[in-house]
């Protein structure tokens, strides 16, 4: 798939591109951004003892990568028509994924404003999901990739225990704002900074509702740098994504000095370059945790 659209070409806009594919009837989106090429089927290499979902590994121009069938992650039926199914090869948390769907069809240009948050009512406890777009005719969802991937194997999640080799760290009291839309994410983050020393955290779940606190804070006549210290965002949210957000923030001068961290599956050396343009002053690629702590102690302590 090739990226010359247009649609990666821009950086603060709080518009992505989305990738739709199926699974049976269903119709889910994947960030054009982790979209590296769309494959016909191959081959697969099966794995011994493996996990159910992972179908085993193919090669694709000298590179092993491992094959995730999203039916099985998901609890849907198998395709029906396997001849005619599609590879997705992704790329995120700096880690080349295949994933196997049954139908790609389009890429559509959005707003995250058209986004919605899951409700709790229906998205469960552990949700896949991200995001719900309203189409047309019927509903897209957004899936969530790195918890996909976390299910199959949670070492590729954050593991506080990497902090001991930071070694003793002491508690700090500078309050830090935390913007990420995953609740399990929020939770494990916030767990992850108590341990390095920083219990002061604020947490929201987009950036819309974290730059209207912001604004709501200097509507007060507060001063934002004795409110916090630094922020950390995610990119992909719903509503307001992370790289809209610092550029709001950069673009204000009651707002500017405010310290901003990047945390995402998305920091990648071809798409660094975006966090650049809106101002970020660090990013780091997700579950680097002891390097996103290594920044946070550069930029407060």
């Known amino acids: 798939m090739q990226k010359e659209n247009g649609i990666l070409l821009e950086s603060g806009t709080n518009e992505l591109g989305v990738v739709e594919f199926g699974v049976g009837r269903n119709r889910f989106g994947i960030n054009v951004i982790k979209v590296k090429e769309i494959l016909n089927p191959q081959p697969i290499t099966k794995i011994p003892q493996s996990h159910p979902s992972v179908e085993g590994i193919i090669e694709i121009r000298g590179e092993v990568v491992p094959v995730v069938d999203i039916a099985h992650a998901l609890g849907f039926d198998p395709s029906a028509q396997p001849e005619q199914d599609k590879f997705i090869l992704s790329i995120f948390n700096q880690t080349k994924i295949v994933f196997h769907v049954h139908t790609v069809t389009q890429i559509h240009r959005i707003s995250w404003e058209q986004i919605e948050k ?7 406890l552990d949700t896949q999901i ?54 399990l994410l929020r939770a494990l983050l916030q767990e992850t900074l108590e341990e390095a020393g920083y219990h ?55 707002l500017s000095k405010l310290p901003i961290i990047i945390f995402s599956s998305l920091i990648t050396d071809d798409l660094r370059h975006k966090g650049e343009v809106v101002g970020a002053d660090a990013q780091v690629s997700k579950p680097e945790i002891v390097e996103l702590v290594r920044w946070i102690d550069h930029h407060i302590l």
């Open 118 to 124: 899951p409700q709790k009512l229906y998205q469960g």
């Open 200 to 254: 002061q955290t604020v947490l929201f779940e987009n950036g819309k509702e974290a730059y209207d606190h912001l604004q709501t804070l200097l509507d007060q006549g507060k001063e934002i740098e004795q409110e916090f210290q630094l922020l950390i965002t995610d990119i992909e949210m719903p509503r307001m994504d992370g790289h809209h957000l610092t550029k709001l923030i950069k673009e204000d001068h009651s």
């Open 130 to 183: 991200t995001g719900v777009i309203k189409m047309d005719d019927s509903m897209m969802l957004l899936l969530d990739f790195e918890k996909v991937v976390a299910d199959i194997n949670p070492e590729t999640s954050m593991d506080p225990a990497q902090l001991k080799e930071l070694g003793e760290r002491e508690r700090s009291d500078k309050r830090l704002l935390i913007v990420e839309d995953s609740s």
